[in-house]
C-alpha cells in the first residue's frame, strides 16, 4: 500500500527512519540538555561575581577564585558534553541515510520494468546518490543545528526570566516574529529548490545519457546542439538559483541581524536607565545582554541551516516518490523439482501503452527439449513474447503457462529460476570472468565454470590471457571483443543449467567464426532444455523444430525452415533478402 508522500506523508516517514534509533537520541538529547545547562550557567556566575564581590568594597579574593574555576570548569564539561552528542548526533544521522540508501536500491530491484521503460537511467542514479546526500544534510542540519538550537533557545529564556520577568515576556515575542519570516521565505523559497533538484536530476539524466552515445553524438555532429541542450538546462537552474538566493539574502541572517541589534539597544537603554538609579544591579545587565546576544545566534543557525533543509525535504520527497512505487516481494522460494520446461502461450495480447497493443492473439506451444524461433522485422514483437515469458510484463488478455501452470500464480523467483538468457548486448560486471559466470552462486565450482566456458568454445581463449578464468573484468567488459563477452555471457547461462532457454539475438552482433563456435554448443546444451529464440540471422534457425513469423504482433506464419520456405512466403523474402545480401557482400 503506497504511502502518503505529500508535506505531512513525508514528514512522518523521516521521524519513522529516525525513532529506528530512538534509544541513542534521546540519551544524545539529554547530554545535549546537560552541555546547555553547563553553558549557560556562565553568565549567571559571572553575574554573581560582579554583584556579590566586584561591587563590594573589601571583598574577599577566594570566592571570586572558586566561582572563575566553577566557570572554567563548567565550561570544559560543555565542550565534552557537546562533542559526545554531536558525534552521537552525527554517526546516527549517517546510519539512518546508510539505510534509507538501501531501502532504496532493494526497491529499485523490484520495481516493474515499465518504471524503468518511462524513467530516465540519470534520474535514477541521481535519486540513489545525490538526494539521499541530500536527506542526509536534513538529518544533520536537523539534529544538529535544529534541535541544539532549540534546546540553546529554551534554556536563553528560562535564564531570562530569572533575571527579568517583565523584559524576558517582552522578548517572547520574538520568536512568533521569526516564525512569521521563516514560513515567508519558505513560501517563496521551495518553488525555486524544487525547479533547481529537477534540473540537476535532467542534467545528471542528459549526462548518463550522452557518454552512452557519445559515438553517436560524434559520428553524426551533435556535439554544438548537446552542448545548447545542456547548457538551457544549467541556466535554468542558475536562474532559479540566483533567485533562491535573493530570497535568502532578504529574510535570513541580514533581518535577523538587524532585528537583533536593535532589541540589543532597547534593552541597554532600559537596563541603563534603571542600573543608573540603582534600581537593578549591573551584573543583571550584563546577565541579560550576554543572553540576548546568545538568543540571536541560534536562530541565526536556523536560517543559515534552513536552505538545506528545505533543498534535503525536496530531496526527500524524491526519494519516497521511488519507494512508493509498486513493487513485488522478493521471497525465498522453497526447493522444488527442475521443471520440464513446456511453454505455452494463449491468445495472449499486450500493449506497453493502453490501446496500442504490440501482440495480438499470440498462441503456440513448445515441449520440453525443441527449439522454437522467433523471426519479424523490428517492432513485430518477439522480444516482447520473452519479456512476458519472463515475468517482466503480464499480459492484457490471454495466458501463459510452464508445465501446464499460469506463469501469474508463480513468483518471479521461482519462475526465472528455471530460466537462462542470453542478451544480443552481452553485459558484463566488474570482476573476474569466473565471477561473471557464476555470479556469486557458489554452487557453481570452478570445475563447472571451466566445462560452460569449454563447451561454448570460450576456453581457448579464456586461458591465453594473463590471469586466465581470473583475468580481471573492467565495467562492461570493454576489454574484450563482442564476440568473447558473448560467449561469456552465454556460459553464465549454461551455468546455471536452466530447463528454459532464452537467446535474445545472441549471434546478431559477433562474427561468423564464433557464431559457428555457438551453433556447435547450442546442439550439444540445447538436449533436454526448451529453446525460445529470437533470430535475425535466419541462417541459425534453420535446424529449430518451430518458427513464428511475426508481423505487427500476429503470429503470420509457422512450421520449420522446409515448410516456411516451400510456402514461399514473408519468411521465404526475408530469407532469400539476406542470403543476397550476404552473396552481394562477399562478391564485393
Not at 385 to 406: A, C, E, H, Q, W
Not at 430 to 447: K, Q
Not at 462 to 471: A, C, D
Amino acid at each position: 500500500m503506497q504511502e502518503n508522500s505529500g508535506s505531512n506523508g513525508t514528514v512522518r516517514r523521516l521521524v519513522r527512519y529516525a525513532l529506528q534509533y530512538k534509544y541513542r537520541l534521546v540519551t544524545a538529547l539529554t547530554i545535549l540538555c546537560c552541555a546547555v545547562g553547563a553553558e549557560l550557567s556562565g553568565p549567571l556566575i559571572v553575574k554573581t561575581i560582579i554583584d556579590n564581590y566586584l561591587t563590594e568594597p573589601g571583598a574577599a579574593i577566594a570566592p571570586v577564585l572558586r566561582l572563575l574555576g566553577l566557570y572554567l570548569g563548567l565550561l570544559l564539561i560543555g565542550g565534552v558534553l557537546h562533542y559526545v552528542q554531536a558525534y552521537m548526533l552525527q554517526s546516527t544521522a549517517l546510519q539512518i541515510i546508510k539505510n534509507m540508501r538501501m531501502d532504496l536500491m532493494r526497491h529499485i530491484q523490484r520495481i516493474p520494468l515499465r518504471f524503468f521503460d518511462n524513467t530516465p537511467i540519470g534520474a535514477i542514479v541521481s535519486r540513489i546518490a545525490n538526494d539521499t546526500e541530500a536527506v542526509r544534510d536534513l538529518f544533520m542540519s536537523f539534529m544538529a543545528t535544529f534541535v541544539v538550537s532549540f534546546v540553546q533557545i529554551v534554556g536563553i529564556y528560562v535564564a531570562l526570566f530569572i533575571l527579568d520577568m517583565k523584559l524576558a515576556l517582552l522578548c517572547l515575542l520574538l520568536p512568533p516574529l521569526f516564525v512569521l519570516i521563516i514560513r515567508v521565505h519558505l513560501k517563496y523559497s521551495k518553488r525555486y529548490i524544487t525547479i533547481m533538484r529537477a534540473r540537476l536530476s535532467d542534467m545528471n539524466a542528459m549526462i548518463n545519457e550522452t557518454i552512452n552515445v557519445m559515438p553517436i553524438i560524434q559520428a553524426f555532429r551533435r556535439e554544438r546542439r548537446t552542448e545548447e541542450e545542456f547548457e538551457q538546462l544549467n541556466e535554468d537552474r542558475y536562474r532559479n538559483q540566483v533567485k533562491q538566493f535573493r530570497v535568502f539574502s532578504l529574510s535570513s541572517r541580514n533581518i535577523v541581524g538587524m532585528i537583533g541589534a536593535l532589541v540589543t539597544a532597547g534593552v541597554l537603554w532600559y537596563f541603563g536607565n534603571e542600573a543608573l538609579q540603582g534600581v537593578i544591579q549591573f551584573g543583571v545587565l550584563y546577565a541579560f545582554i550576554d543572553y540576548l546576544g546568545r538568543l540571536f545566534q541560534p536562530i541565526i543557525g536556523f536560517f543559515d541551516q534552513i536552505t538545506n533543509a528545505q533543498r534535503a525535504y525536496v530531496s526527500a520527497e524524491k526519494v519516497f516518490g521511488i519507494l512508493d512505487e509498486p513493487g513485488v516481494e522478493v521471497e525465498d522460494e522453497p526447493k522444488r523439482t527442475r521443471p520440464r520446461g513446456d511453454v505455452s502461450f494463449r491468445d495472449v495480447t499486450f500493449s506497453y501503452k493502453q490501446g496500442e497493443p504490440v501482440l495480438k492473439g499470440i498462441t503456440f506451444d513448445v515441449q520440453r527439449g525443441e527449439t522454437i524461433a522467433l523471426v519479424g522485422h523490428t517492432g513485430s514483437g518477439k522480444s516482447s513474447i520473452m519479456n512476458l515469458l519472463l515475468g517482466f510484463y503480464k499480459p492484457d488478455s490471454g495466458t501463459i503457462s510452464v508445465d501446464g501452470r499460469d506463469i501469474s500464480v508463480m513468483s518471479e523467483q521461482e519462475l526465472r529460476s528455471s530460466m537462462g538468457i542470453v542478451l544480443q548486448d552481452p553485459f558484463l560486471f566488474a570482476g573476474d570472468i569466473a565471477f561473471n559466470v557464476r555470479l556469486h552462486n557458489e554452487s557453481i565450482t570452478m570445475d563447472r565454470v571451466k566445462e560452460t566456458l569449454q563447451k561454448v568454445g570460450a576456453s581457448s581463449f579464456v586461458e591465453k590471457l594473463p590471469g586466465g578464468y581470473k583475468e580481471p573484468v573492467v565495467e562492461r567488459g570493454s576489454t574484450l571483443s563482442a564476440g568473447q563477452r558473448q560467449l561469456i555471457s552465454f556460459a553464465r547461462a549454461l551455468a546455471f543449467d536452466p530447463a528454459i532457454l532464452i537467446l535474445d539475438e545472441a549471434t546478431a552482433s559477433i562474427d561468423s567464426e564464433t557464431e559457428g563456435l555457438i551453433q556447435r554448443a547450442l546442439g550439444v546444451v540445447s538436449e533436454g532444455r526448451t529453446t525460445l529464440v529470437i533470430a535475425h540471422r535466419l541462417s541459425t534457425i534453420r535446424d529449430a523444430d518451430h518458427i513464428l513469423v511475426l508481423h505487427k504482433g500476429e503470429i503470420v506464419e509457422r512450421g520449420n525452415h522446409e515448410t516456411l520456405m516451400a510456402h514461399k512466403g514473408r519468411y521465404y523474402k526475408m530469407y532469400r533478402l539476406q542470403r543476397g545480401e550476404a552473396t552481394a557482400s562477399s562478391t564485393a
